[in-house]
């Protein structure tokens, strides 16, 4: 089992794995993040909200956020 840790945490395994594909992969789990986002019911969204404005979205405020990490990982 100690071994298994060992090896799994020096991602010497990963070495295999090009550039491409990785970026390709992390952006896609952006993507994934995003999709979940969506799927929150608007109930939870503004819990504690008596005054509900579009400002209280708190879908929109995540996706602003994902979308500037993904371009900024898109184009570095």
């Given at each position: 089992?100690?071994?298994?840790?060992?090896?799994?945490l020096n991602f010497e395994?990963?070495?295999?794995?090009?550039?491409s594909a990785s970026k390709s992969?992390?952006?896609i789990l952006f993507v994934v993040i995003g999709?979940?986002?969506?799927?929150?019911p608007k109930d939870y969204i503004y819990e504690g909200v008596e005054n509900r404005?579009?400002?209280h979205n708190l879908k929109l405020w995540a996706w602003g956020d994902l979308?500037?990490?993904?371009?900024?990982?898109y184009i570095f």
């Open positions: 089992m100690l071994n298994l840790l060992k090896y799994l395994w990963l070495s295999g794995v090009g550039m992969v992390f952006l999709i979940l986002v969506l799927l929150l404005r579009w400002w979308a500037f990490i993904f371009i900024t990982y």
